[in-house]
């Protein structure tokens, strides 16, 4: 079975600083990756997606994330980070075989100071 | 293109009693699948609806069911409910073809119905 890990439950930037979300899964073959963000009392909504091709995927809003088969990691970044970047963010993973349903990480609520 | 409407958007239900939660996905979507999140237990699938039938369900009790109407609307519904049932519950639709999912494409969200049992 596929699990997914995000790397602090926290993190807290400068406006303006660079933004490193990390998530690293685990599986036999390599998943289908998502990111999504999820803002106060709001559904999900999806920032990029990894399939196959380009490892280097980009999202909405300047994210983009990179994939590392060798490291199981798809660590979600941006340059520059914005006062309304401030949410929760969710890595997500799902498999080509079996049940396909998401599997999601624990989340990682990203506070950004000024 | 209209998205996911999920209704209503809170409910307050007591221990005991029996609740029914709504999902309409986007037009052209036929599979619905239905997530619970909860701040102990993060994101979890709860099943999958696809052509009216349950094809994938995750680890929760029976109590949890759901069905999908044959416009792909679909409801869940909890009975029994307990304390711990206080959730935020998410509706995600997706694009399908045939009978498999298309695992590389992505999952619609709407805004979730929040469940408070007291």
């Known amino acids: 079975a596929q699990s997914v890990t995000q790397l602090g439950s926290h993190v807290s930037v400068s406006e303006g600083a660079l933004v490193l979300l990390r998530c690293n899964y685990s599986?036999?073959?390599?998943?289908?990756l998502f990111w999504y963000v999820q803002y106060p009392n709001q559904g999900l909504q999806l920032l990029l997606k990894?399939?196959?091709?380009?490892?280097l995927v980009k999202g909405i809003n300047g994210f983009e994330a990179e994939f590392k088969k060798s490291e199981t990691s798809f660590h979600l970044t941006k340059p520059s980070a914005h006062m309304s970047d401030a949410a929760e963010y969710f890595c997500?993973?799902?498999?080509?075989?079996?049940?396909?349903?998401?599997?999601f990480g624990s989340g990682t609520r990203l506070q950004v100071q000024p | 293109k209209a998205g996911v409407t999920q209704t209503p958007r809170y409910l307050i239900k007591t221990r005991g009693q029996q609740v029914t939660l709504s999902c309409s996905p986007i037009?052209?979507?036929?599979?619905v699948s239905w997530y619970q999140q909860t701040p102990g237990q993060g994101l979890q699938f709860l099943f999958e609806?696809?052509?009216?039938?349950?094809?994938n369900k995750g680890n929760f009790p029976g109590r949890f069911s759901g069905r999908q109407f044959s416009n792909s609307r679909s409801e869940m519904n909890v009975s029994t409910l307990e304390l711990g049932d206080s959730a935020l519950y998410l509706c995600?639709?997706?694009?399908?073809?045939?009978?498999?999912?298309?695992?590389?494409?992505?999952?619609?969200f709407g805004q979730g119905t929040r469940l408070t049992v007291v």
């Open positions: 995600a639709s997706s694009a399908r073809q045939g009978q498999t999912p298309l695992a590389n494409t992505e999952a619609f």
């Open positions: 997500a993973v799902r498999m080509d075989t079996g049940r396909r349903a998401l599997t």
């Open positions: 599986s036999s073959v390599p998943p289908y």
């Open positions: 037009s052209g979507h036929r599979s």
């Open positions: 990894y399939t196959t091709g380009a490892t």
């Open positions: 609806y696809f052509s009216e039938t349950q094809r």
